[in-house]
């Protein structure tokens, strides 16, 4: 079993910043989890990639992020940030952090993030 909690969204103007956390916590070692990735789902839209590592490959990027956004983690894979950058009102949406361990998807519950003057 695997939870995760999602944190660090809000309120920001264009061209500001924000930086997502997500604790991953549950019966894991770090080989177990194969992928963790951030998505985001705006009102009515569906739930879409924004960014993911898997293995250690280099991190994958949506086009309309590449450049702005960066997704890391910690050695253990307790931990997956986005630091989103030059954030845009079409950034607009409900962040989800997604982790897969041996097949199985878990998600969290969302954090906000909203890009408004």
């Known amino acids: 079993q695997v939870q995760l909690v999602e944190s660090g969204g809000g309120l920001v103007q264009p061209g500001g910043s924000l930086r997502l956390s997500c604790a991953v916590s549950?019966?894991?070692?770090?080989?177990?989890?194969?992928?963790m990735a951030w998505y985001r789902q705006a009102p009515g839209k569906q739930r879409e990639l924004v960014a993911s590592?898997?293995?250690?490959?280099?991190?994958n990027y949506q086009d309309s992020v590449k450049g702005r956004f960066t997704i890391s983690r910690d050695n253990a894979r307790t931990r997956v940030y986005l630091q989103m950058d030059t954030l845009k009102p079409e950034d607009t949406a409900v962040y989800y952090c997604?982790?897969?361990?041996?097949?199985?998807?878990?998600w969290g519950q969302g954090t906000q993030v909203t890009v408004s003057s």
């Open positions: 590592i898997i293995g250690g490959e280099s991190p």
């Open positions: 549950g019966d894991t070692i770090p080989s177990q989890i194969t992928k």
């Open positions: 997604n982790v897969v361990r041996y097949g199985y998807t878990f």
